[in-house]
């Protein structure tokens, strides 16, 4: 297992977010915040103190959230990108980002997010 992690989760869907806290939780990690769009998740990126990010693709109102991939990528810190179904190819620059499909597994959350810190 990695050693304990700071992740940020971003996801529109109360109940699957809380269900990550859980799981970070239970994993060993922190919690360092929930966002549930991008402005939100931006600010709280500002705070510093994120190790990786989990990323829902499609946030409220159909918000994508390769905006907060962006800011990752360019500050070197983790992420990984989750989505429940089809959806459109990632830019290019986030192609590589580490995939999570719904439904969430424990052991699928480690893998992913073990893969996500073996690239920066």
């Not at 992740?7 to 060993?28: C, H, K, N, S, Y």
């Not at 159909?62 to 179904?85: F, H, K, M, Q």
């Given at each position: 297992?990695?050693?304990?992690?700071?992740?940020?989760?971003?996801?529109?869907?109360?109940?699957?977010?809380?269900?990550?806290?859980?799981?970070?939780?239970?994993?060993?990690?922190?919690?360092?915040?929930?966002?549930?769009c991008v402005s939100d998740?931006?600010?709280?990126?500002?705070?510093g103190g994120?190790?990786?990010?989990?990323?829902?693709?499609?946030?409220r109102g159909g918000e994508p959230s390769w905006p907060v991939a962006d800011v990752l990528a360019d500050r070197g810190i983790?992420?990984?990108?989750?989505t429940g179904g089809h959806v459109d190819p990632p830019p290019a620059r986030h192609a590589a980002a580490p995939q999570l499909s719904?439904?969430?597994?424990?052991d699928g959350i480690q893998a992913a997010i073990d893969s996500a810190m073996d690239r920066v």
């Amino acid at each position: 297992m990695t050693a304990s992690l700071s992740i940020l989760i971003v996801e529109d869907e109360p109940l699957i977010a809380m269900m990550l806290e859980d799981f970070v939780d239970t994993l060993g990690h922190t919690v360092a915040g929930t966002a549930d769009c991008v402005s939100d998740a931006l600010a709280r990126l500002e705070q510093g103190g994120v190790d990786v990010a989990i990323l829902d693709v499609h946030l409220r109102g159909g918000e994508p959230s390769w905006p907060v991939a962006d800011v990752l990528a360019d500050r070197g810190i983790a992420y990984l990108v989750s989505t429940g179904g089809h959806v459109d190819p990632p830019p290019a620059r986030h192609a590589a980002a580490p995939q999570l499909s719904k439904p969430f597994t424990m052991d699928g959350i480690q893998a992913a997010i073990d893969s996500a810190m073996d690239r920066v």
